[in-house]
């Protein structure tokens, strides 16, 4: 659905988006993750046609947003940041008047406004002015706007800012619906969002993608350094000893926890899981064992060891 080949963005200065490249398939939900000023909104800015790149190449469905501009913003629906909606307008009037625009007829105008508004929990405020709703209920119809042309792509740039949790909730479950019949492309810095909606993520910083893969993969790929917890009822003599010989171990630490038991704290090489290692020994020496758990890493971890070596060289 989306080819991003080689996109760079330069404003006077500075360079907002620095020779990037990445694919989304159909039915993706994908996150742009990165803090301020990393260079989402531009990125989005550019794949839905609203400002020209300095270089490189974006296909929406197959078509260039440049040069077929028209067909690949048939496509698209864009909601931004700061949704320019009309307050002196009603919602369904609003609605109607957004799929005229986007070339639909007027019984099909009439038949989507309908299903979005239905599908975005608009249909008890059809007949309310939209400068009087809620940020909630403004953020739906915004989201009713982007969906009533039916695109294939839906792109959301902080599609929840500014919600209570409440509304935070029902945006993500209407976004989370979508997928399959539409490919969504969301912009945000929120890492949880990013977790609960999204199959995969991009980290952004910089105007750089610094990796490219879904929530569980990033994960995965550092749990080796995760810490293993085990609370084992042994000699306290004889459990430093094991963790000293034990080649795996990379660094250790034992507290004393109630009764015979002790807390082992311990850190393993790269790439090694150490349960299996620790299960064994304890059977072979006859120790009991309480606990064995190894920490997951949230993405919150991940996006600081991913943009951590970057941090350092700007500093």
Not at 73 to 93: A, K, Q
Not at 182 to 210: A, K, Q
């Amino acid at each position: 659905m989306i080819e991003v080949s080689n996109l760079t963005k330069r404003y006077a200065g500075r360079t907002a988006v620095d020779d990037i490249s990445f694919t989304v398939a159909r039915g993706e939900i994908v996150g742009l993750l990165g803090p301020n000023g990393a260079g989402k909104s531009t990125t989005m800015r550019v794949l839905s046609g609203f400002m020209p790149a300095s270089s490189g190449t974006v296909k929406v469905a197959g078509f260039d947003v440049f040069h077929d501009a028209d067909e690949a913003r048939r496509r698209i629906g864009y909601m931004p940041e700061n949704n320019p909606l009309y307050p002196e307008m009603r919602v369904r009037e609003y609605l109607k008047f957004r799929a005229r625009l986007k070339g639909l007829g007027w019984r099909k105008s009439r038949e989507r406004v309908d299903t979005v508004m239905q599908q975005c929990s608009l249909t008890d405020v059809s007949r309310r002015v939209i400068g009087q709703l809620s940020k909630g209920y403004k953020q739906r119809v915004g989201l009713a706007d982007a969906l009533v042309h039916e695109p294939e792509l839906i792109i959301l740039d902080e599609p929840t800012i500014g919600l209570d949790p409440h509304q935070i909730r029902a945006v993500r479950a209407l976004i989370k619906s979508l997928a399959g019949k539409h490919t969504v492309l969301i912009s945000t810095h929120i890492l949880p969002e990013v977790e609960m909606m999204c199959g995969r993520v991009l980290i952004m910083l910089g105007g750089r993608v610094l990796a490219s893969d879904t929530p569980e993969n990033l994960q995965r790929r550092m749990a080796g350094g995760s810490q293993v917890i085990a609370e084992i009822a042994a000699p306290v003599e004889a459990l430093r000893a094991a963790w000293e010989n034990l080649a795996e171990v990379e660094q250790y630490d034992v507290s004393a926890s109630d009764g015979a038991f002790f807390r082992c704290a311990l850190t393993p090489l790269e790439g090694t899981d150490l349960r299996p290692a620790i299960f064994n020994l304890v059977r072979e020496n006859g120790w009991e064992l309480r606990e064995l758990t190894r920490s997951r890493h949230s993405l919150e971890d991940v996006y600081v060891q991913v943009t951590k070596p970057n941090q350092e060289e700007r500093e």
